[in-house]
């Protein structure tokens, strides 16, 4: 099951965001401020974040930075009413996926969900057939981005743990190979 956190100070947004996304599927957190959202990335690995720019306290460019520091990589789409291009430029440095300005509709928000969605698996897919070739050199980077973008989807991690498997490195592979077996 796909998982997303909504982190906005405004209710209204936060219960838009919230339908658009059970409507594709998605187990749904929220929370109203910085702080809030921290503690559930502390807890919980998402598919997706949708961030809010400006909130009292901690911002969502706080947020953002403070993701980056611990190396959660799951894709983050910036939502903000005050668009600059000094911010998008910020928010892209730090890897965000998508820049999405208020007022959005939900039809935004589904393309962005199914934009997100070959990403994912087209990624996975090569990365498995060039491991079928023995190419592990080429499949771990695009693993690595396959991981970044879903870090929920179990094949990722077994393709990891053939690859590094295949690049000799075992302590890795093991590693990779737990965590699938965990999660399937």
Known sequence: MKRA???DDTK?????LTKALEHKGYITAVAGNGQGAMELLKATTYDVVFLDMKMPGISGKQVLEWMVQRGILTPVVVITAFATVKNAVECTRLGVYAYLQKPFTVEKIH???????PARSSATQEAGLLLEAGHWEKALPLLTSAL?????NPEIYR??????????????ASKFQKTYEIMK
């Open 5 to 7: 956190l909504v982190v």
């Open 148 to 152: 970044a973008v879903s870090p929920a």
């Open 159 to 172: 393709l990891m743990g053939m690859a590094y498997r295949q690049s000799g490195r075992a302590e890795q």
């Open 12 to 16: 209204t947004i936060r219960l838009l």
């Open 111 to 117: 393309r962005l969900l199914e934009e997100l969605e």
